[in-house]
């Protein structure tokens, strides 16, 4: 092994995927596996080039590529501990990807024929490297694009003048507590010339590197740039959201393929009400994720902490009309055991439901009263017209999201929340996380047949169940950790004692008499049930995706019964409640 100042990182980073190591197998090793430095935009390899070598990432952040018909595709980052090209040694096949340095870094390089030496010596060696390439590939088969948590994260401020130390404060001492050493630097941290000196030391310190840039700063802003793995743009909510000048001259915003993740924190005053046309920072920007924060409030910077840490937790709820009342006993349930929900995404049923807890804050009182004014509209009663593309008109459920939404946006939200349609038009699931909240949220509940379809930019959106009613692979694409999924059982099914299905005079005459001779699902059921089949089989496929899956048995309860809502929340709290308590000791994060 070639000179390495970060010798002990490379030794346990090794035993992680080995076990222990002795000095013997040390020994070894440092006479087989090569250090090889990059700088940004170094390239380890290309696409198509022969694969007959692995690497480890001992330092420093790399990108994978892939050049498709269509241009350049990203894969995704491979931080610090991670291998890069290993399932090629085994198979022998060319790249399929190129892989790029983001920063400074370093990695060790074994070889096709150091690796045949070393089981050669020590054959536990390759049974151990494979067992941890296979768990690696069931994870990235199940968590898709998930990445490591940034190391370094430079934090450029909009405004010059403001003060922020009301909010890093906080963030240290949050971070502090989950158990995150957090290291500040400044401008003047280093004379100019010792900068380089101070972002290779920063590799080697444990914890968190905050990197606070400004206008005033150029060149130690770049430095930030080029070296930190996050970029988050921190702005007070209320200035002018024009370009400023160090986000020019940084070029924050210029598409290429070493462009950092981008996330926009939006600075708020303390106890405000909801934000308002949140939209206006987006129009000359583009980032990854937004975040709202205001002054001293504390589950914000809880939030704030647990998403650039990759600890976030998600709540996933599934469609199922009425019985969607479950998942506000479901959440119930978690907020009483003190979990706090940073990413809420929804489909049908689910969506209306999460939008509406995320616009209240969880709070259960204001939920509970949200509740009852429903109930009281009762949304899905005497709604019926000519049914030329639906059973009902949908006036009655508008007329409900416009109280619940009024004209507030998704990225208003202090949560933030997605919820899902069907893109009828193009045959596509829609992930909506922008835009007016009673609109998406229309779309979301559109179920063939009963609703009539929503129109969004000139393209007719129906349920997003009808592809997905539980979408869970678009919460992954956030920076969860752990994952709440919660399904809705659909009705019970009964045996069918008849050798026909009764004609409509019949269903008619029985309907008036208000008795259940004939007992057969009715229309809205058969409908959604239909439209679900094929989304139900994706839920068994993703729902190990997720930390904690949840189907909550609602078989006794009608799809449009709203005189049963109490009961509902009651059973989903009641069920969700047992559901925590009985998870394993290792599973129950939040003790």
Same mark, same amino acid.
């Given at each position: 092994?070639?000179?390495?100042?970060?010798?002990?990182?490379?030794?346990?980073?090794?035993?992680?995927? #080995?076990?222990?190591?002795?000095?013997?197998?040390?020994?070894?090793?440092?006479?087989?596996?090569?250090?090889?430095?990059?700088?940004? !935009?170094?390239?380890?390899?290309?696409? +198509? +080039?022969?694969?007959?070598?692995?690497?480890?990432?001992?330092?420093?952040?790399?990108?994978?590529?892939?050049?498709?018909?269509?241009?350049?595709?990203?894969?995704?980052?491979?931080?610090?501990?991670?291998?890069?090209?290993?399932?090629?040694?085994?198979?022998?096949? =060319?790249?399929?990807?190129?892989?790029?340095?983001?920063?400074?870094?370093?990695?060790?390089?074994?070889?096709?024929?150091?690796?045949?030496?070393?089981?050669?010596?020590?054959?536990?060696?390759?049974?151990?490297?494979?067992?941890?390439?296979?768990?690696?590939?069931?994870? =990235?088969?199940?968590?898709?694009?998930?990445?490591?948590?940034?190391?370094?994260?430079?934090?450029?401020?909009?405004?010059?003048?403001?003060?922020?130390?009301?909010?890093? !404060?906080?963030?240290?001492?949050? *971070?502090?507590?989950?158990?995150?050493?957090? @290291?500040?630097?400044?401008? @003047?941290?280093?004379?100019?010339?010792?900068?380089?000196?101070?972002?290779?030391?920063?590799?080697?310190?444990?914890?968190?590197?905050?990197?606070?840039?400004?206008?005033?700063?150029? @060149?130690?802003?770049?430095?930030?740039?080029?070296?930190?793995?996050?970029?988050?743009?921190?702005?007070?909510?209320?200035?002018?959201?024009?370009?400023?000048?160090?986000?020019?001259?940084?070029?924050?915003?210029?598409?290429?393929?070493?462009?950092?993740?981008?996330? *926009? /924190?939006?600075?708020?005053?303390?106890?405000? !009400?909801?934000?308002?046309?949140?939209?206006?920072?987006?129009?000359?920007?583009?980032?990854?994720?937004?975040?709202?924060?205001?002054?001293?409030?504390?589950?914000?910077?809880?939030?704030?902490?647990?998403?650039?840490?990759?600890?976030?937790?998600?709540?996933? *709820?599934?469609?199922?009309?009425?019985?969607?009342?479950?998942?506000?006993?479901?959440?119930?349930?978690?907020?009483?055991?003190?979990?706090?929900?940073?990413?809420?995404?929804?489909?049908?049923?689910?969506?209306?439901?999460?939008?509406?807890?995320?616009?209240?804050?969880?709070?259960?009182?204001?939920?509970?009263?949200?509740?009852?004014?429903?109930?009281?509209?009762?949304?899905?009663?005497? +709604?019926?017209?000519?049914?030329?593309?639906?059973?009902?008109?949908?006036?009655?459920?508008?007329?409900?999201?416009?109280?619940?939404?009024? +004209?507030?946006? #998704?990225?208003?939200?202090?949560?933030?929340?997605?919820?899902?349609?069907?893109?009828?038009?193009?045959?596509?699931?829609?992930?909506?996380?922008? !835009?007016?909240?009673?609109?998406?949220?229309?779309?979301?509940?559109?179920?063939?047949?009963?609703?009539?379809?929503?129109?969004?930019?000139?393209?007719?959106?129906?349920?997003?169940?009808?592809?997905?009613? *539980?979408?869970?692979?678009?919460?992954?694409?956030?920076?969860?950790?752990?994952?709440?999924?919660?399904?809705?059982?659909?009705?019970?099914? @009964?045996?069918?004692?008849?050798?026909?299905?009764?004609?409509?005079?019949? #269903?008619?005459?029985?309907?008036?008499?208000?008795?259940?001779?004939?007992?057969?699902?009715?229309?809205?059921?058969?409908?959604?049930?239909?439209?679900?089949?094929?989304?139900?089989?994706?839920?068994?496929?993703?729902?190990?995706?997720?930390?904690?899956?949840?189907?909550?048995?609602?078989?006794?309860?009608?799809?449009?019964?709203?005189?049963?809502?109490?009961?509902?929340?009651?059973?989903?709290?009641?069920?969700?409640?047992?559901? /925590?308590?009985?998870?394993?000791?290792?599973?129950?994060?939040?003790?």
């Amino acid at each position: 092994m070639s000179q390495l100042t970060n010798e002990h990182i490379a030794k346990e980073l090794l035993q992680k995927i #080995l076990g222990p190591i002795d000095e013997k197998t040390w020994e070894l090793l440092q006479q087989l596996i090569e250090v090889q430095h990059y700088n940004t !935009g170094d390239f380890i390899f290309y696409q +198509d +080039d022969p694969g007959d070598a692995f690497y480890l990432v001992i330092t420093g952040r790399f990108r994978a590529l892939q050049n498709t018909s269509e241009g350049i595709y990203i894969l995704g980052d491979i931080s610090v501990g991670e291998p890069i090209g290993e399932i090629a040694l085994f198979t022998k096949e =060319n790249r399929m990807a190129s892989v790029v340095a983001l920063r400074k870094s370093t990695v060790l390089k074994l070889n096709e024929a150091a690796y045949f030496k070393l089981i050669q010596a020590f054959p536990q060696f390759a049974a151990q490297l494979t067992k941890y390439i296979v768990e690696r590939i069931r994870r =990235n088969a199940a968590q898709r694009k998930k990445e490591a948590a940034p190391k370094n994260i430079a934090v450029v401020k909009l405004q010059q003048e403001s003060d922020v130390s009301a909010f890093t !404060g906080p963030i240290i001492e949050e *971070l502090q507590r989950m158990g995150f050493m957090s @290291n500040v630097y400044y401008h @003047n941290t280093q004379e100019e010339s010792q900068y380089n000196q101070i972002f290779e030391e920063m590799e080697n310190r444990e914890g968190l590197n905050f990197l606070v840039c400004d206008a005033n700063h150029l @060149n130690w802003a770049n430095q930030c740039i080029a070296y930190c793995d996050l970029i988050i743009v921190a702005t007070d909510f209320n200035a002018e959201t024009t370009l400023t000048e160090i986000e020019q001259k940084l070029h924050l915003y210029t598409n290429n393929v070493l462009n950092k993740k981008l996330y *926009l /924190l939006l600075l708020h005053a303390p106890n405000v !009400g909801i934000p308002e046309n949140t939209r206006k920072w987006f129009s000359e920007r583009s980032f990854s994720l937004h975040l709202h924060m205001r002054m001293f409030n504390d589950r914000d910077t809880r939030r704030f902490c647990r998403v650039i840490t990759h600890q976030a937790i998600g709540l996933v *709820l599934g469609g199922g009309g009425v019985k969607g009342f479950a998942h506000i006993g479901a959440v119930k349930a978690l907020l009483e055991k003190g979990i706090e929900i940073d990413f809420v995404g929804g489909t049908s049923a689910g969506a209306n439901y999460g939008a509406g807890m995320a616009k209240l804050e969880f709070n259960l009182d204001a939920v509970m009263q949200a509740c009852n004014r429903a109930v009281a509209l009762k949304p899905t009663s005497n +709604d019926y017209h000519i049914p030329i593309v639906s059973l009902m008109s949908g006036k009655k459920m508008r007329k409900f999201l416009e109280e619940l939404f009024q +004209d507030y946006y #998704l990225e208003d939200l202090w949560i933030p929340t997605f919820c899902t349609s069907t893109n009828f038009s193009n045959a596509v699931l829609a992930i909506h996380d922008k !835009g007016m909240i009673r609109k998406k949220v229309e779309a979301s509940i559109a179920i063939p047949g009963v609703f009539p379809p929503a129109i969004i930019e000139n393209e007719l959106h129906i349920d997003g169940g009808v592809l997905d009613n *539980l979408p869970i692979e678009s919460m992954l694409q956030r920076p969860v950790k752990h994952v709440f999924a919660i399904a809705l059982s659909g009705e019970e099914s @009964n045996p069918i004692e008849l050798q026909e299905v009764p004609n409509s005079w019949q #269903l008619f005459k029985n309907s008036l008499r208000k008795t259940n001779f004939f007992k057969i699902p009715g229309l809205a059921s058969i409908l959604v049930n239909s439209i679900t089949i094929n989304s139900r089989q994706k839920q068994e496929l993703t729902k190990s995706y997720v930390s904690h899956f949840l189907e909550l048995n609602l078989k006794q309860y009608k799809f449009l019964d709203w005189s049963k809502w109490k009961d509902l929340v009651n059973t989903g709290y009641e069920q969700t409640r047992d559901f /925590l308590e009985q998870n394993p000791p290792e599973n129950k994060f939040w003790e």
